[in-house]
């Protein structure tokens, strides 16, 4: 089956870190750029940080750049997202999500249900 | 910075109505680089429409996307109960802009 699975998720303290996985299933995961996509409560979609098939080129929205890292592992069909210093503004559902080539450009033709991160002391 | 504006903000239609949802940008959108999400409550994400007209794998005919350079138009044809969610527009291409959402929901 096609698919893509988060995990990673929790409660974690302002300042504090979290790693996001995404185990990816059905494809060739290699072939595809891959990007983060989160929505904070009651708030629309926002696109967080994306990555290259090779993993060579990143890219990140301002809101999250020098805090947040994104990488992947091929040979194990993975992607994450390393998550330093949050706020309380990162508290979202963070959803990876496929793109339809190897370079990072969109649409997203696949996503996962997405994990809960809530930043709160 | 492109911004879209999508209106209504929340769409009440009964079963088998038509429905149109906007998505307007403030700049016009290279190679209409516009797609169309659904979001249902702890589902994943679908992609409906790319490059503004055409429709993803698998997507029923009753969707459709209309438009190009700055405004844009998914249209529900028949609305059946299972498209009861909130609809995102996106712009992408060298960057990725999401609109604020239409919520349908059933009259």
Do not use: H
């Amino acid at each position: 089956e096609v698919q893509l699975l988060e995990s990673g998720g929790g409660l974690v303290q302002p300042g504090g870190s979290l790693r996001l996985s995404c185990a990816a299933s059905g494809f060739t995961f290699k072939a595809y750029a891959m990007s983060w996509v989160r929505q904070a409560p009651g708030k629309g979609l926002e696109w967080v940080s994306a990555l290259n098939d090779g993993g060579y080129n990143t890219y990140y929205a301002d809101s999250v750049k020098g805090r947040f890292t994104i990488s992947r592992d091929n040979s194990k069909s993975t992607l994450f997202l390393q998550m330093n210093s949050l706020t309380p503004e990162d508290t979202a559902v963070y959803y990876c999500a496929k793109d339809g080539r190897g370079w990072y450009e969109g649409p997203f033709d696949l996503w996962g249900q997405g994990t809960l991160v809530t930043v709160s002391s | 910075e492109v911004v879209l504006t999508q209106s209504p903000g929340t769409l009440s239609l009964s079963p088998g109505e038509r429905g149109t949802l906007s998505c307007r940008a403030s700049q016009r959108i290279g190679g209409d680089y516009l797609a169309w999400y659904q979001l249902k409550r702890g589902q994943a994400p679908r992609l409906l429409i790319y490059s503004a007209v055409y429709r993803a794998t698998g997507i029923p005919a009753r969707f459709s996307g209309t438009g190009s350079g700055t405004d844009f138009t998914l249209t529900i044809s028949r609305l059946e109960p299972e498209d009861v969610a909130v609809y995102y527009c996106q712009q992408y291409g060298s960057t990725s802009i999401f609109g604020q959402g239409t919520k349908v929901e059933i009259k």
